[in-house]
């Protein structure tokens, strides 16, 4: 049907979209929200982040169908990488977050790679 939401008129059948990029930036949502700090995620403060406020894999029944595989890919692929290799920006990395399926550095991210010993 269709509905009226903070003075918006939203006909029925209208598309209605959630955007991650925005929600995961937002002022009333997050302290310091452009600020890089992956320890907020940790487990000791995952209790302290709300069901909705970070969707990484989207939420409700079209949530990511590969949401848990993708997950334990990445900590996989990342402890085989890290435990290799070691990654360090260049005088050239200046990552700029682009949104797009998926939030990418625009241009790339330059880094140095070489074997651990």
Excluded at 33 to 53: C, L, S, T, Y
Excluded at 56 to 65: E, L, M, S, T
Excluded at 69 to 87: N, T
Aim: charged share 20%; hydrophobic share 40%.
């Amino acid at each position: 049907q269709p509905e009226t939401w903070n003075g918006l008129y939203i006909p029925r059948y209208a598309a209605v979209l959630v955007m991650p990029w925005v929600v995961h930036r937002h002022r009333k949502l997050w302290d310091r929200p452009d600020a890089f700090m992956p320890e907020r995620f940790h487990p000791e403060n995952r209790e302290r982040i709300d069901r909705f406020q970070y969707l990484p894999f989207g939420a409700g029944p079209r949530v990511c169908i590969g949401a848990s595989f993708a997950m334990q890919e990445a900590i996989i692929a990342l402890a085989i990488l890290l435990s290799r290799f070691r990654f360090d920006v260049t005088s050239q990395t200046r990552p700029w977050p682009v949104q797009k399926l998926t939030t990418q550095p625009q241009g790339g991210l330059p880094m140095q790679i070489s074997r651990r010993a």
